[in-house]
């Protein structure tokens, strides 16, 4: 089954710099890969995703980009501010089964 | 998107006991699926409740520990039986295959456990 890796498991980066969240994939099969934020006590929101056939996408200061033949991806906040702070998630899917990374807590530093 | 009605939200229960977690979906949906998640950590996948069949589980997780039902399109049951402090964690209900987002997952919005 597929095996989703994540790194780092803690980011501290000073307001206004990026921040940049690396995972790598196991299966080939798999097409479908979003980004979820958990705030504490909340539930995983969706923030950004990506599929197979395209290599990068953004939406504002989020940026994910893809390279399959590497079967990586990443994850890119730039100008970073006090409301990122939280948990954040990568995950892979092939069959609207999705499983995730371990996740990572990013820390914005006043 | 979907909006995902989990209950109960908390419950402290004795060790030996059962407890049955309800999801309800306002939309049909193709998936539903049923998340661990420790304090701190992941999402660990249980299983993935399958309308009208036995539910598939996960490496690790057996169904006469985690029966699921799924008796339509927006509706399952998780039961965590005969529990131990080790199954204290967060249950989350999610889904994919909604009408407007195939892909996406909706998450619930939990049951915290704590079995003492």
């Known amino acids: 089954g597929e095996n989703v890796e994540q790194h780092p498991s803690t980011l501290s980066v000073q307001e206004g710099d990026s921040a940049v969240i690396k995972c790598t994939y196991s299966d080939s099969a798999s097409n479908y890969f979003p980004w979820y934020k958990q705030e504490l006590g909340k539930r995983p929101q969706l923030i950004i995703d990506i599929r197979s056939n395209v290599g990068e996408k953004k939406d504002q200061r989020i940026a994910v980009t893809l390279n399959k033949t590497a079967k990586h991806f990443s994850l890119h906040i730039t100008e970073t501010q006090p409301e990122d702070s939280a948990v954040y998630f990568c995950?892979?899917?092939?069959?609207?089964?999705?499983?995730f990374g371990k996740g990572t807590r990013l820390h914005i530093l006043p | 998107s979907a909006v995902i009605s989990q209950k109960p939200s908390r419950d402290i229960c004795q060790r030996g006991t059962s407890l049955t977690i309800q999801c309800q979906v306002d939309s049909q949906v193709t998936m539903m699926f049923w998340y661990r998640q420790q304090p701190g950590q992941s999402l660990t996948l249980i299983a993935t409740a399958n309308q009208g069949s036995e539910a598939t589980y996960e490496s690790g997780f057996v169904i006469d520990k985690f029966p699921i039902s799924r008796p339509n399109l927006t509706f399952s049951t998780l039961t965590v039986s005969n529990m131990s402090p080790e199954d204290s964690s967060i249950y989350l209900c999610?889904?994919?295959?909604?009408?407007?987002?195939?892909?996406?997952?909706?998450f619930g919005q939990g049951t915290r456990l704590t079995v003492v």
């Open positions: 995950a892979a899917s092939s069959t609207l089964k999705i499983i």
């Open positions: 999610s889904v994919t295959g909604t009408v407007s987002r195939d892909t996406e997952a909706f």
